[in-house]
């Protein structure tokens, strides 16, 4: 059984940081890609970084610089270090990975995880 928990997020003033860890867990980590998303209330979900098996990344325009995604496939955990955080980085951000299965494509999120920027 697939299950993706995300932990880390909080509150933190404006050019703080944070950093998010997603935990994975019922299938073959390494070999799958990993995404975080972040969600606006009212708004839909937005992509924010991509991180691939062996680590290769790709960010939103709106965090590149500022957000790095990383990966410890020994630990089965992908992170999200958060720098230089802005108040409009608020959201609840999720972890998502897609697998190929049969011919379908199957979607697995976490539950999220609040991060608040304010002063």
């Known amino acids: 059984q697939v299950q993706l928990v995300e932990s880390g997020g909080g509150l933190v003033q404006p050019g703080g940081s944070l950093r998010l860890s997603c935990a994975a867990s019922?299938?073959?980590?390494?070999?799958?890609?990993m995404n975080w998303y972040r969600q606006v209330s009212g708004k839909e979900r937005e992509l924010v970084a991509y991180i691939t098996g062996s680590g290769g990344t790709s960010y939103a325009d709106s965090v590149k610089g500022r957000f790095t995604a990383s990966r410890d496939n020994a630990k089965n955990t992908v992170y999200l270090q958060m720098n230089s955080l802005k108040p409009e980085d608020t959201a609840v951000y999720y972890c998502?990975?897609?697998?190929?299965?049969?011919?379908?494509?199957?979607?697995?999120w976490g539950q999220g995880t609040q991060v608040t920027v304010s002063s």
């Open positions: 019922g299938f073959t980590f390494s070999s799958y890609a």
């Open positions: 998502k990975t897609t697998m190929a299965k049969n011919g379908r494509a199957y979607v697995y």
